[in-house]
């Protein structure tokens, strides 16, 4: 996509849970190689948000668009295809298995698929094919030196990293992250702010969730603010910290 062009556009997406209204009215937009934060107290419909946008959750009324393509009632798999990677809250990894193997599993899975079924169609023209692509996301995130160390010997920044190597696999322009930094040490911030950076300079946008807002402050062109399901601010970084509405949600929440 051009530089600056428009790839996702949210649009009076609202998602309900029985009588709960979890998302209302919500709009916004992210543009090619540009790095977004999805900020706001807990319970404000940001994992929602992402659960919508990437075809975990059907959305209840409202578009939305990726690449100019409306996605919203396309499946996981199919979101996935067409360019949005995603990573999860929580770390999703196989400890006993190497880096490289790691990255590859994912590579295969592309989001949907359960592990048995993966093993199941793993032939060795595949495996050959997918560890080839998992190398090169794992040197391209700067984990080629740990390539065949077991992951659960990794701390847990660079866990971090290798789920985003996982998710590069699937060859995003979007790429979303659910907590990138949360338990992280400063140093493996900053390695984190640094490889997100770099992958922004190839022209990858990005869509954080984040609660440390040093990091997100630091890193984010833009942020759209959420409460009670509802957008309530969006802006740089420096309108943002000093934007009532903001401040307020964070002080009642
Ligand atoms: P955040 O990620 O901003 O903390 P969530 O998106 O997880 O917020 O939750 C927003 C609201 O939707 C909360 O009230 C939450 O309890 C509710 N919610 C989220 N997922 C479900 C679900 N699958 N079923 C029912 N309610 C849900
Ligand atoms: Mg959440």
């Known amino acids: 996509p051009e530089p600056g062009s428009v790839i996702l556009s949210v649009d009076q997406?609202?998602?309900?849970?029985?009588?709960?209204?979890?998302?209302?009215d919500m709009k916004f937009e992210v543009h090619a190689a540009e790095i977004i934060g999805l900020i706001g107290p807990n319970g404000?419909?940001?994992s929602t948000m992402f659960n919508l946008i990437t075809g975990v959750l059907p959305v209840s009324s409202g578009e939305i668009r990726f690449a100019g393509g409306r996605i919203d009632g396309l499946d996981a798999r199919r979101i996935v295809q067409r360019g949005v990677g995603r990573t999860f809250q929580h770390v999703h990894l196989i400890p006993h298995l190497s880096v490289l193997e790691n990255v590859a599993m994912g590579a295969h899975l592309r989001g949907t698929a359960g592990p048995i079924a993966a093993a199941l169609?793993?032939?060795?023209?595949?495996?050959?094919?997918?560890?080839?692509?998992?190398?090169?996301?794992v040197r391209r995130v700067g984990l080629g030196e740990v390539m065949h160390t077991p992951a659960g010997n990794l701390a847990l920044g660079q866990q971090r990293i290798l789920e985003i190597a996982r998710a590069l696999c699937t060859d995003p322009v979007l790429l979303l992250l659910d907590e990138p930094a949360a338990g992280l040490r400063l140093q493996e911030k900053n390695a984190l702010a640094e490889l997100?950076?770099?992958?922004?300079?190839?022209?990858?946008?990005?869509?954080?969730?984040?609660?440390?807002?040093?990091?997100?402050?630091?890193?984010a062109d833009r942020l759209v603010v959420m409460e009670f399901g509802r957008k309530i601010a969006e802006g740089l970084p420096a309108d943002i910290q000093r934007d009532e509405a903001v401040l307020a949600a964070y002080l009642g929440g």
């Open 44 to 46: 404000a419909g940001k």
């Open 196 to 219: 997100l950076r770099a992958l922004q300079r190839e022209g990858m946008a990005v869509l954080l969730v984040e609660h440390d807002m040093d990091f997100v402050m630091g890193l």
């Open 121 to 137: 169609r793993f032939d060795r023209e595949e495996e050959a094919r997918l560890l080839h692509l998992a190398a090169e996301q």
């Open 13 to 24: 997406v609202r998602k309900q849970f029985g009588g709960l209204v979890a998302i209302n």
